[in-house]
């Protein structure tokens, strides 16, 4: 068990920018799941995969969001034209159709 | 929409002092789940409890599950200082078991003076 990997685990980016952040599950995980974490709150569930698709997005996803795991492995998460709202820690955990999640180190934006 | 709530938000204790946090949800849960976040660490998994009055211990954690499955808590007994860190309940996002995702609480930031 190699745990849930993210990269990078910060990221300093200019408003206006585009980012993209990585996620690898647990190989034998087929869900995968983005929450956002600012700071002294909890993690807010973002969107998920069951294998390749993706099931569901939150409304907290605006259109500047677009996340995709292709081949049911990795998945990207890529902000367009970032805002300082969206400086946070992205989370990413991944399950095998159980509800335990296990969650990976985050990667940190900061939007200056 | 589903609200898990936590009280307290900070809880400040001498160290060997017991600490209690409470969630409730303003659904009825399937299940609860705890998760401990270290500072600048990431959430991790901590019980999961599905039966209602259900009540387990690891150690000196002692969680709860209420009667009417939409409440909760977690108690640590003669806390150390490795039990510093944020202390998360959460429940399924839509009405099932959590495979879905998660709704968290804000957490219970516990600090501990020596």
């Known amino acids: 068990d190699t745990g849930v990997s993210q990269n990078p685990r910060h990221k300093i980016t200019k408003r206006g920018q585009n980012v993209t952040f990585r996620c690898d599950p647990i190989?034998?995980?087929?869900?995968l799941y983005w929450y956002r974490q600012t700071l002294g709150q909890g993690p807010e569930f973002l969107t998920y995969?069951?294998?390749?698709?993706?099931?569901?997005k939150s409304r907290l996803l605006s259109d500047r969001f677009s996340a995709e795991r292709p081949k049911g492995s990795f998945s990207t998460l890529e902000i367009q034209r970032t805002e300082q709202g969206d400086s946070a820690m992205y989370l990413c955990?991944?399950?095998?159709?159980?509800?335990?999640?296990?969650f990976g180190q985050g990667t940190r934006l900061t939007v200056v | 929409g589903q609200q898990v709530m936590q009280i307290p938000q900070y809880q400040h204790v001498q160290e060997g002092e017991d600490f209690t946090t409470y969630c409730n949800s303003s659904?009825?849960?399937?299940?609860i789940q705890w998760y401990k976040q270290r500072p600048g660490g990431h959430p991790v998994f901590l019980i999961q409890?599905?039966?209602?009055?259900e009540v387990k211990k690891q150690k000196r954690l002692t969680f709860q599950f209420g009667e009417a499955k939409k409440n909760s808590s977690l108690h640590i007994t003669a806390t150390q200082t490795t039990d510093v860190g944020t202390y998360f309940c959460?429940?399924?996002?839509?009405?099932?078991?959590?495979?879905?995702?998660?709704?968290f609480g804000k957490g219970t930031h516990l600090i501990i003076q020596p």
């Open positions: 955990a991944s399950s095998r159709d159980t509800w335990r999640a296990f």
């Open positions: 190989s034998e995980h087929n869900r």
């Open positions: 995969f069951q294998n390749e698709a993706q099931l569901e």
């Open positions: 659904t009825t849960l399937s299940n």
């Open positions: 409890l599905v039966k209602s009055g």
């Open positions: 959460a429940g399924p996002r839509i009405g099932g078991g959590g495979a879905d995702g998660l709704t």
